[in-house]
């Protein structure tokens, strides 16, 4: 047989054996792969053994981890974040959840609640997002007068700017209503007209300035909040 074929023959063979060489170690990487997957998953070290909820107040998340199947003992590889997330959503005192894994074994839950901010005259209290919530507990919650029921669980048009309104001022504000002139509030004992829709943190920031510049018995308009207005309170 001719060298030359004899030497081709063998790099063919070698080039073969090199090639399912290779393949049968990419096979056993496979398989090594699936098998540490495996134990991984399954393995106590990774399952969930600690539960750590932050922010927690008034809501309940556990009856959401359950539905969820987040609860000790079950794979924290194999934890569904987002469907325990949307499940502890459901409970109305969470405005935003947020699930994270620790390995090995910790689920970490950081719950940001929904806060009481006032109370309508049907007694039912609102979330600082403008959600009608429950009977009112709070005696330090702003009356908000709205003529009308809520139609849903939040408040829309006047009521959320009003619910804006509170959350923007800083300092107590007793009542909050509509009238002929628009919104106005009782900030700090001082009747303060705010106007139509519109603007409502900046008419909040000029209010906060402006308030010691009022005496008893006048009144503050900041419906134009580049020209805030004092003037006598109207006589009944």
């Known amino acids: 047989m001719d060298p030359r074929i004899a030497l081709r023959r063998r790099q063919v063979e070698a080039t073969r054996l090199r090639i399912v060489g290779r393949r049968i170690i990419i096979g056993l990487s496979g398989v090594l792969i699936v098998m540490g997957s495996v134990w991984a998953i399954n393995t ?3 399952s969930i053994r600690h539960i750590d909820v932050v922010g927690q107040t008034n809501s309940v998340v556990t009856s959401g981890l359950g539905a969820a199947g987040l609860v000790a003992g079950n794979p924290l590889l194999l ?4 469907a325990g997330e949307d499940a502890i959503r459901l409970d109305p005192w ?5 699930l994270d894994r620790q390995f090995p074994d910790r689920l970490v839950v950081k ?6 901010v006032a109370v309508l005259d049907s007694g039912l209290s609102v979330s600082d997002d403008g959600r009608v919530m429950r009977e009112s507990v709070g005696s330090d919650l702003t009356r908000l007068h709205l003529s009308g029921a809520p139609i849903n669980s939040y408040l ?3 009521g959320a700017e009003a619910i804006e309104l509170i959350t923007m001022l800083d300092g107590d504000v007793s009542d909050v209503m509509y009238s002929e002139v628009g919104l106005v509030a009782w900030y700090e004992g001082v009747e303060t007209i705010f106007g139509t829709t519109g603007d409502v943190a900046t008419k909040a920031a000029v209010a906060s300035l402006m308030l010691e510049e009022v005496q ?3 009144l503050l308009d900041v419906s134009v909040p580049e020209r805030p207005v004092i003037r006598p309170v109207a006589a009944s």
Do not use: I, N
């Open 79 to 82: 934890a569904d974040l987002s």
């Open 94 to 98: 969470v405005k935003d959840v947020e």
């Open 156 to 158: 829309d048009g006047a």
């Open 216 to 218: 008893p018995g006048e």
């Open 111 to 116: 719950v940001t609640e929904r806060v009481e």
């Open 44 to 46: 106590p070290m990774f």
